[in-house]
């Protein structure tokens, strides 16, 4: 199973941009999809973005789509989520998520980062 590490989480301004970073271990990051997840307090964890093992395919929330890009670095175990033009409700705790195939929902999700808080303020 592989563990994942989130960071670059932090204060902005809306309308400014964070990179976040998941770095994971093992030698099987690469056969795993990939997905940004988030938790505003008081409300559902929702999908966010994914990314297939090859990094061909990418999948957007209709809330993020145009602002923020999910990428990632086999080489480096990697994936990022690069995040523009923030609003204050794009505040909450962003979790990383390793699945065997793609998924926008909760459920398949094989391995949790802890989080990384995101706050943007008005």
């Known amino acids: 199973q592989v563990q994942l590490v989130e960071s670059g989480g932090g204060l902005v301004q809306a309308g400014g941009s964070l990179r976040l970073s998941c770095a994971a271990s093992?030698?099987?990051?690469?056969?795993?999809?990939m997905g940004w997840f988030r938790q505003a307090p008081g409300k559902e964890r929702e999908f966010v973005a994914a990314?297939?093992?090859?990094?061909?395919?990418?999948y957007y929330a209709d809330s993020v789509k145009g602002r923020f890009t999910i990428s990632r670095d086999n080489a480096k175990n990697t994936v990022y989520l690069q995040m523009n033009s923030l609003k204050p409700e794009d505040t909450a705790v962003y979790y990383c998520?390793?699945?065997?195939?793609?998924?926008?929902?909760?459920?398949?999700?094989?391995?949790w980062g802890q989080g990384t808080q995101v706050t943007v303020s008005s």
């Open positions: 093992g030698r099987t990051f690469s056969s795993y999809s």
């Open positions: 998520a390793a699945s065997i195939v793609v998924v926008t929902t909760t459920q398949g999700i094989r391995s």
């Open positions: 990314i297939s093992w090859s990094g061909g395919n990418t």
